[in-house]
């Protein structure tokens, strides 16, 4: 209906036409008045309605000699069948016609002016209103494709954000446009894919970790038949360490997949740790809450926070545990007196099988690099973070940041 009446207005817009008719009834019934004034007094009058009504311009003038002739013409017929009584519609010759004139009963001329009488199309009120409709319909449906786009690209991104291959997370939605949905239905497909290489890692994991122990227990029993004590010793202690890296192998991978999170008493399980070094004569001091309950799996938080404490205390003789508690987060503080460890490798750190620099080289008796790996994976599998900083003076601080997640 709007582009019909649009299409209507368009095929007419040329036509001239008066301003509105409410302009022209009010020139009319100002020329009557003014036709009933008496003579002496329609100049005082039609100054005092041009004061009340600016928006008019009226002028009271002589008649001419002569009266020019009406034009024939759509608007002269509508002005022409608003006049009754004493007046009689005049033009002025171009280019002073402006306006509408009276012709009074006394052969003077009432002349009203608002504005030129053809007036351009688009300051209209039906031009208006289309503007501002097209403005509104642009608008809500800019509105509304905004906010169909977002909120799929939204729930995507939450979705990317918390998937993990530790844990079972939603797939992604395949919902809103077309695009979104290709993406989404790629990315879960990928999810899958990591979800299957991911299991079939473990599984050939598990049977390799099944195999060698067969062997390394025969090599050990074996070991015990070697008449040379010193090479006896040295054989049975690389079996050891076969044994334990492939544990701490098997730990690094395994963690976050075993066991569901339950609510520990975490200030207690890390002040166990310490005791358990301190019995071993290692100077380890625990400063921190006697209590603090927390969601997490207790075997790896034990694991983790062993790891720390003995990183620390293999380089350093003094070992300070903190755990601060804050609104959100859980820290647990391991500081030693060591060495410390340069700025450029602290993250080198993190990764596995990494032994650090001279300063805190290990023995052969002292691991294989992969305590802090599997500290950092077990920190990461519960939400949180595993940094290290440099202890005041000397010396190394790893900090183990856990969420306060208390069931």
Known sequence: MHVLMAGYFLLRHREPRLLADEPVQQFVMIARIVARTPVADRAALVRDIAHALPHLQLRLTEAAAVIPAVQAGPTR????????????????????????????????????????????????????????????????????????????????????????????????????????????????????????????????LAAISHDLRTPITRLRLRSEFIAEEAQRTQTLRDLDQMQSMLESVLTLLRSGNVVEPTLVDVAALVQLVCEQFSDCGHAVAYLGPKRLKLTVRSDEIRRAVTNLVENAARFGNQVQVSLIVSDATATIEVADNGPGI??????????????????????????????????????????????????????????????????
């Open 77 to 204: 017929v509508i002005v022409r069948s608003l006049v009754e009584g004493p007046l009689e519609l005049v033009e002025r010759p171009p280019p002073e016609k402006t306006g509408v004139q009276f012709h009074l009963a006394d052969g003077s001329l009432l002349e009203a002016v608002a504005g030129t009488l053809h007036l351009p199309p688009f300051i209209t009120g039906f031009w208006a209103s289309t503007l501002l409709f097209l403005f509104m319909s642009v608008t809500l449906l800019g509105l509304w494709a905004g906010r169909a786009l977002s909120r799929p690209l939204s729930a995507f991104a939450r979705a990317a954000e918390n998937f993990d291959v530790d844990r079972i997370s939603p797939p992604f939605p395949e919902s809103g446009p077309e695009e979104v949905r290709s993406a989404a239905r790629a990315l879960n497909a990928m999810r899958e894919r990591i979800a299957a290489l991911m299991k079939d890692r473990m599984r050939m």
């Open 342 to 407: 340069p700025e450029h490798k602290k993250s080198v750190m993190l990764e596995p099988f990494v032994r650090g620099d001279e300063a805190r080289t290990m023995d052969e008796s002292s691991g294989f690099g992969l305590g802090l790996s599997i500290t950092q994976t077990i920190a990461q599998t519960h939400g949180g973070s595993l940094s290290l900083l440099d202890n005041v003076p000397h010396g190394l601080r790893a900090v183990m940041r856990l969420p306060c997640v208390a069931g």
